[in-house]
């Protein structure tokens, strides 16, 4: 009696494939958040429900990963922030500040299953924690990451939007309405989806209760479009009403002027007054991302500045800035979008190597020079009729097939076709390694996202 | 009230510096797998209990975090190779055999908490799967790609010790042991731990019962020493009298033909009689790797041939080989030793900038042209006293400190010290970045494990 192999739903698996084309993508952020002066950490996926659970509650608390083991409450990490929490406060005399780390792991929450939708992914985050302080200049950068990272991957149309919750804060006390500014934004960010007519009625209805002037106030500032010059310098006519209002200008104002040294370009980044993110523990610059061709996606990649990291862990106030790539969804809608690269070498190896003589030695130490010079190999040493073989050549995808019978050997030369224009030729190592090695570098010019 | 962080004990969890060093082995077992044509693999840690226990039992099913969510029977994977089983039987008609992956992930075991013990830890493993049957030529690549591994990790002293199953089952018949042939293996195995006479009071005592003159012939057997030559010529003065002791032999003669052909020098690989490996289902080649200054330390990477992966999931016959590096223990081990290379640069920066003017502008374009150029850079922005910042560039290691006040801004250079010899130099940005590169090259050049 077999049992059914299957996968859970919800769990991302992979063919060959795809799974190099993930690969390259995580191999990119890793290489964009090191050039950045990140540092890699690695936290467990199990962590005491206890520790794991500190501030949780509500939504989040239901879709935990939560069992026992022994006699101990674990819950499977269902974010990298609250383990960075952990991490820092624990580890606290140990790290330089400001800590700056990137993690790209896997993380778990039971939601329903739909397609898309996934229970376990991968988020790939960066954050910034300072010690008490951590300069503006910070909040600036974290923009210039995620430009820097979408480039790489080969996203095109793509914008970093950027708003400032001091501003907004300080702008619903100017018009009356800090208390129910909550309400007000979450309400704000569904501009886009319902448009201004929809906003209106909601805000100045049941539930929010603000008046006509109110909300025309707010439909007014939330409506402040144009370039990141026009925003600010519209925004200057609010100046001198409210503090946290005047700081949080100065900070956008800031953010958008380091951001042209950062090397990010104006059309790749925008101030979008209507961005709050739902979250309450944002306090200073919020970041949302869209691809300008697919805003039906929401964001892919968020975050902001926060006041407290860990302050469920520890007494020390360590502010903080960061984003996260929800990297198993934005793979997910990449490839339904068709934007994956199809030409990038996707293949298990450079080479496949066919013997074509019983001993395989000669075979052997040709597959030895070709990997001691860095080229990827296979060997393939099946007892199989040749089109058996060259099927499998052609399903793996393999870019050159290298055939070696008595006469090559005797020749000191060997077969090399190139599987993409169906082109042999017949020559010694080395004039075969540079051919392919000229083949390869053209190939991996290419990225991972279809330019 | 706080809530005290702690890690769960028996989760390894490491200072940036130490999880840098880790990172770095990763990227070796990732670069040498591919070198070998290894596509890389990344399945769910969480499957369904009835899939991933559909074998086990026993000592394993005590160990595994199992639980419950919802309506569903979940288990963490405890293992690479059960994830790999399903996934072959799930996904057979999408793949191309041989099918040869690697993957590297955490597993999880309730183990009994002890140092140097782990209850998440990583595993690398590769495996060569064949459709039906698999040529005894890959079972010669497996320890080749082992002794690229660990010497592109910089380890020097180890052994890979190879010995056939079908050898050892054809011996046991021959002496007439062969009901009995696992619990001699397990005694057999001990020999390197207790010493022949005690291997020989066991092999005669009441739990296996054998003659005297059957252990005699065993110790004889496993005393057989000597250059892999002189081991295979020993052997082959039992050649004739059992099919399945001959089969192993010419598979271990031609493992050991083939192994100059890839590369690997005989010191790095022994033919050893007294391997078996515990486990049922290894039935051909089987490998174990010792550090050989620490054999106390036991098989750092193990593994060996087996008939059929996924005879729990299909009626397809899916013979393999493949190994598998406990890479956290590995890692625990080189670390308690002090083993790992404290110059391998492990800095989260290769620069720290420390501008010395309160607009950023400057140096924040410094950095941007020294991260286009490829070199990783932390911009230090915090409001502290030059001691502070200096001490913050001391503890994250950093290779070089660029400092970038008004007197380098007009001159157009900036002033870079190297923080190991002390030397400062005041240079425009061309020469700077091309004395850091060549610094940062001769670093690049050590193993993350002492030479």
Redesign the interface.
């Given at each position: 009696m077999?049992?059914?192999?299957?996968?859970?739903s919800g769990?991302?698996?992979?063919?060959?494939r795809q799974?190099?084309m993930?690969?390259q993508m995580m191999a990119v952020l890793r290489e964009t958040y090191?050039?950045?002066?990140?540092?890699?950490?690695?936290?467990?996926?199990?962590?005491?429900s206890?520790?794991l659970l500190?501030k949780a509650g509500g939504e989040t608390e239901k879709q935990i990963?939560r069992?026992?083991?022994?006699d101990?409450d674990?819950s499977l990490r269902f974010d990298l922030t609250v383990p960075l929490?952990?991490?820092v406060?624990?580890?606290y005399a140990?790290?330089?500040?400001?800590f700056?780390?990137y993690q790209i792991g896997?993380v778990?929450r039971?939601e329903r299953a739909q397609r898309g939708r996934f229970r376990?992914f991968y988020q790939a985050d960066i954050d910034i924690i300072?010690d008490g302080?951590?300069?503006i200049?910070?909040e600036?950068?974290i923009p210039?990451v995620i430009y820097?990272t979408f480039t790489q991957l080969g996203l095109k149309r793509f914008q970093v939007r950027v708003n400032n919750r001091k501003l907004l804060n300080g702008f619903y006390a100017m018009v009356g309405a800090a208390e129910k500014a909550g309400d007000v934004m979450r309400t704000v960010d569904k501009l886009e989806k319902i448009g201004p007519e929809k906003v209106r009625e909601l805000l100045t209805g049941e539930g929010i209760c603000l008046e006509a002037a109110q909300a025309d106030e707010i439909l007014r500032f939330i409506g402040i479009k144009g370039s990141n010059g026009d925003v600010l310098a519209a925004l200057e006519q609010y100046r001198g009403r409210n503090d946290l209002f005047d700081a949080g200008l100065d900070e956008l104002g800031t953010v958008t002027?380091?951001l042209a040294?950062?090397?990010v370009p104006e059309e790749y980044f925008a101030v979008d007054l209507t961005i709050a993110r739902g979250l309450d523990y944002y306090t200073g610059t919020v970041y949302e991302t869209t691809m300008l061709d697919h805003p039906e996606i929401g964001s892919v990649c968020s975050g902001g500045r926060y006041d407290n990291l860990?302050e469920?862990?520890?007494?020390k106030i360590l502010p903080g800035v960061g984003i996260s790539i929800g990297v198993t969804r934005l793979f997910y809608v990449l490839n339904e979008q068709k934007m994956l690269n199809e030409a990038v070498n996707a293949a298990?190896?450079d080479i496949?190597i066919l013997p074509m003589t019983a001993d395989?030695?000669?075979a052997?130490?040709l597959?030895?020079r070709f990997?001691?010079a860095?080229?990827?190999?296979?060997?393939?040493?099946?007892?199989k009729k040749f089109k058996g073989k060259m099927n499998?050549a052609d399903?793996?995808g393999v870019p050159y097939v290298v055939f070696l019978g008595e006469d090559e050997i005797s020749a000191g030369v060997c077969s090399c076709k190139d599987m993409v224009t169906g082109e042999q030729v017949k020559a010694p190592f080395e004039e075969t390694l540079a051919r392919v090695q000229a083949g390869l570098a053209l190939r991996a010019a290419g990225t991972v996202i279809k330019g």
């Open positions: 077999k049992t059914q192999p299957r996968t859970l769990f991302m698996e992979l063919l060959p799974q190099v993930m690969d090191s050039l950045y002066g990140f540092t890699p950490l690695d936290t467990p996926i199990i962590e005491s206890e520790v500190a990963y069992f026992s083991k022994g101990s674990l929490a952990k991490y406060a624990l580890h140990d790290l330089a500040f400001p700056r780390r896997k778990y039971g376990e300072g302080k951590l300069d200049a910070n600036a950068e210039a820097k002027k380091y040294a950062f090397g860990a469920y862990y520890t007494d298990p190896a496949l395989l030695g000669s052997i130490q597959a030895t990997r001691e860095g080229v990827r190999v296979q060997l393939y040493t099946e007892q499998y399903k793996i």
